[in-house]
T-cell receptor
Framework: GQSLEQPSEVTAVEGAIVQINCTYQ??????LSWYQQHDGGAPTFLSY????GLEETGRFSSFLSRSDSYGYLLLQELQMKDSASYFC???????????FGAGTTVTVRA | GAVVSQHPSRVICKSGTSVKIECRSL??????MFWYRQFPKQSLMLMAT?????????EQGVEKDKFLINHASLTLSTLTVTSAHPEDSSFYIC???????????FGSGTQLSVL
């Protein structure tokens, strides 16, 4: 099975940078993904890392270290609309099922 | 990007009734769809994996006779909550696998409230 740990809440001001860490345990690692979910909405895909290193997509970047079973999502130039829950998720190599962490609620203040 | 349509978005029903939720992939064929359940402020919990033309695979602790899944075509999967009870009230979300294994595309979710 899989287990993931991420912080439950983060609060920051507009324009700031936030890093959300995620550590995971899985029997067969296929990749680490990040999803964003606004209140009452569906999760939307943000990024995916299968190999070590940093993936940059606009203001959001994601990092993976497979040897440390660790990754993070970096949110830069925070905007009010970034207030949401962010989930890390790992895909199992054996059955491709995606398991989600508990989620980190990011609150952006003016 | 790929679009997954889920209906209804919200349903309120009486205890003991059955509710059907539909999940459609609008612009791609999805051989595999996943059904998740989410309680307020909690994570998404995988309920079952729906495969086109075959029986669904349920996660441990999920009653297959209570949560009936049918994946009759490459674009449609349905989840029927049978004999719903108040404890079944939750946010149900379907998702479909894209062309690669990198991402899932999620439906907009169904908020089920059982009175």
């Amino acid at each position: 099975g899989q287990s993931l740990e991420q912080p439950s809440e983060v609060t920051a001001v507009e324009g700031a940078i936030v890093q959300i860490n995620c550590t995971y345990q899985t029997s067969g690692f296929y990749g680490l993904s990040w999803y964003q979910q606004h209140d009452g909405g569906a999760p939307t895909f943000l990024s995916y890392n299968a190999l070590d290193g940093l993936e940059e997509t606009g203001r959001f970047s994601s990092f993976l270290s497979r040897s440390d079973s660790y990754g993070y999502l970096l949110l830069q130039e925070l905007q009010m609309k970034d207030s949401a829950s962010y989930f890390c998720a790992v895909r199992d190599l054996n059955d491709y099922k995606l398991s989600f962490g508990a989620g980190t609620t990011v609150t952006v203040r003016a | 990007g790929a679009v997954v349509s889920q209906h209804p978005s919200r349903v309120i029903c009486k205890s003991g009734t059955s509710v059907k939720i539909e999940c459609r992939s609008l612009d791609f064929q999805a051989t595999t769809m996943f059904w998740y359940r989410q309680f307020p402020k909690q994570s998404l919990m995988l309920m079952a994996t729906s495969n086109e033309g075959s029986k669904a695979t349920y996660e441990q602790g999920v009653e297959k006779d209570k949560f009936l899944i049918n994946h009759a075509s490459l674009t449609l999967s349905t989840l029927t909550v049978t004999s719903a009870h108040p404890e079944d009230s939750s946010f149900y979300i379907c998702s479909a696998q894209g062309a690669t294994n990198e991402k899932l595309f999620f439906g907009s979710g169904t908020q089920l409230s059982v009175l």
